[in-house]
């Protein structure tokens, strides 16, 4: 995978100050595949090194001017992964030891009484080489194949994260588009009727306009207090643990103050206790618009007459929370199911309904990961089901 046949051969250095010696080992070595270089001295072995550098040095420990140890330092200067072979006589055998820590590949003992196994020292310190070069080009690779890899992590979390955002921006562009349109017709009411307010001389006519105007007035209040506590609530509170049957039993006191819930039996079945993570104020607008449309579904059924009834339900399994807001009230037909999370879908008369309550709801449960369906029939009834992971 290399390509073998255009690498440059490979370069071995012998260095020995006796002629002879320098014979032999050229002779040993000939024929092997590499390009030989045989020099005499230290200094022209430094010149080789510094010029050329080299795989293998071969090189006598004793050299009468550089020695064969410097000789070693200067090659792994020039390329760390050349590797040397240092020639040492019996006198020197620790020294030889110590070149061996300075990493040298191997010594042989003068006098060179099995020339062929320097020739099988020389070819295992080449094969040393050629692996320790291969690694480090593996590693090099992994290393870039690492830097890809993460680089294209950072580049889809980046995605990721510019998708999320254009999915919000898009839902805010939807809410500010239906806030504009639900505002703007009450607006262009109380503008005509001051216009003829202006204009008319008639007293009880006055006080009938005046009348519609506070009407209208009221329609567009009650939807930016309807925006405005959710917006309120997600910015400035804190995430706790929230106490779903506690947040529950706030939600039905303000409910039960805030509309006439007359002849509606609240049916609870709740544990002791169930948390999840997360704005207090957040979960209990959740339960507050769902008992809510609850109540308001079956007052428009029984009309105040007995029967009505809401349900409420929680439990808990391992990774969630779950709740069951469900009403024996007039129901929702089934091609109405699936727009009545949108923004300003009300099939209730201006004054009673704002059309924000689930959008509301279903906002805050995404924000948490939550998930949230409903079931319903016409004049049976209707079960909302909601889920909150409980590490979100
Ligand atoms: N429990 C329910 N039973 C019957 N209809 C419901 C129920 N909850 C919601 N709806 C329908 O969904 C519509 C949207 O509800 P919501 O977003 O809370 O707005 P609003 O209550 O202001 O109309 C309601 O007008 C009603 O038609
Ligand atoms: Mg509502």
């Given at each position: 995978?290399?390509?073998?046949?255009?690498?440059?051969?490979?370069?071995?250095?012998?260095?020995?100050?006796?002629?002879?010696?320098?014979?032999?080992?050229?002779?040993?070595?000939?024929?092997?595949?590499?390009?030989?270089?045989?020099?005499?001295?230290?200094?022209?072995?430094?010149?080789?090194?510094?010029?050329?550098?080299?795989?293998?040095?071969?090189?006598?420990?004793?050299?009468?001017?550089?020695?064969?140890?410097?000789?070693?330092?200067?090659?792994?200067?020039?390329?760390?992964?050349?590797?040397?072979?240092?020639?040492?006589?019996?006198?020197?055998?620790?020294?030889?030891?110590?070149?061996?820590?300075?990493?040298?590949?191997?010594?042989?003992?003068?006098?060179?009484?099995?020339?062929?196994?320097?020739?099988?020292?020389?070819?295992?310190?080449?094969?040393?080489?050629?692996?320790?070069?291969?690694?480090?080009?593996?590693?090099?690779?992994?290393?870039?194949?690492?830097?890809?890899?993460?680089?294209?992590?950072?580049?889809?979390?980046?995605?990721?994260?510019?998708?999320?955002?254009?999915?919000?921006?898009?839902?805010?562009?939807?809410?500010?588009?239906?806030?504009?349109?639900?505002?703007?017709?009450?607006?262009?009411?109380?503008?005509?009727?001051?216009?003829?307010?202006?204009?008319?001389?008639?007293?009880?006519?006055?006080?009938?306009?005046?009348?519609?105007?506070?009407?209208?007035?009221?329609?567009?209040?009650?939807?930016?207090?309807?925006?405005?506590?959710y917006?309120?609530t997600a910015?400035?509170e804190?995430?706790?643990?929230v106490?779903?049957?506690?947040?529950?039993?706030?939600?039905?006191?303000?409910?039960?103050?805030?509309?006439?819930?007359?002849?509606?039996?609240?049916?609870?079945?709740?544990?002791?206790?169930?948390?999840?993570?997360a704005r207090t104020n957040e979960i209990q607008q959740v339960?507050?618009?769902?008992?809510?449309?609850?109540?308001?579904?079956?007052?428009?059924?029984?009309?105040?007459?007995?029967?009505?009834?809401?349900?409420?339900?929680?439990?808990?399994?391992?990774?969630?929370?779950?709740?069951?807001?469900?009403?024996?009230?007039?129901?929702?037909?089934?091609?109405?199911?699936?727009?009545?999370?949108?923004?300003?879908?009300?099939?209730?008369?201006?004054?009673?309904?704002?059309?924000?309550?689930?959008?509301v709801?279903?906002?805050i449960l995404?924000k948490y990961?939550?998930?949230?369906?409903?079931?319903?029939?016409?004049?049976?009834?209707?079960?909302?089901?909601?889920?909150?992971?409980?590490?979100?």
């Amino acid at each position: 995978m290399d390509q073998p046949d255009s690498t440059p051969a490979r370069h071995l250095l012998i260095v020995d100050d006796e002629p002879v010696i320098l014979q032999i080992l050229q002779a040993v070595l000939e024929g092997e595949p590499y390009r030989l270089t045989a020099v005499g001295t230290g200094r022209e072995a430094a010149a080789v090194i510094e010029e050329q550098g080299c795989d293998l040095l071969l090189t006598d420990k004793n050299l009468p001017d550089i020695s064969g140890i410097d000789l070693l330092r200067l090659a792994k200067e020039k390329d760390p992964f050349t590797e040397v072979i240092i020639i040492t006589g019996y006198a020197s055998v620790e020294t030889a030891i110590a070149a061996m820590e300075l990493d040298a590949f191997d010594y042989v003992l003068k006098p060179l009484n099995n020339v062929f196994d320097i020739r099988k020292k020389a070819r295992q310190a080449l094969q040393k080489r050629d692996m320790a070069l291969e690694n480090r080009r593996l590693l090099s690779h992994l290393q870039e194949k690492n830097a890809e890899l993460e680089a294209a992590l950072r580049e889809s979390q980046e995605l990721q994260a510019e998708l999320i955002q254009s999915e919000k921006l898009a839902g805010i562009g939807t809410l500010a588009a239906g806030i504009a349109h639900e505002i703007s017709s009450p607006l262009f009411g109380i503008m005509g009727l001051a216009e003829a307010v202006d204009d008319e001389e008639d007293l009880a006519l006055v006080r009938e306009y005046a009348g519609d105007i506070v009407e209208y007035c009221r329609n567009i209040r009650d939807i930016v207090v309807e925006l405005t506590s959710y917006s309120r609530t997600a910015t400035t509170e804190y995430r706790t643990a929230v106490d779903l049957p506690r947040i529950i039993e706030d939600a039905l006191l303000l409910v039960e103050r805030s509309a006439p819930v007359d002849g509606v039996v609240f049916d609870r079945q709740l544990p002791e206790a169930a948390y999840v993570h997360a704005r207090t104020n957040e979960i209990q607008q959740v339960f507050v618009n769902l008992i809510k449309n609850a109540a308001e579904a079956v007052i428009e059924r029984f009309g105040g007459a007995p029967g009505g009834r809401v349900g409420i339900r929680v439990g808990q399994d391992d990774e969630s929370v779950w709740a069951e807001v469900s009403d024996n009230g007039s129901g929702i037909p089934d091609d109405k199911l699936s727009v009545i999370f949108d923004p300003f879908y009300t099939t209730k008369p201006p004054g009673k309904g704002t059309g924000l309550g689930l959008n509301v709801v279903y906002r805050i449960l995404t924000k948490y990961r939550g998930t949230i369906s409903v079931e319903s029939e016409p004049e049976r009834g209707t079960t909302f089901r909601l889920k909150i992971p409980v590490v979100n």
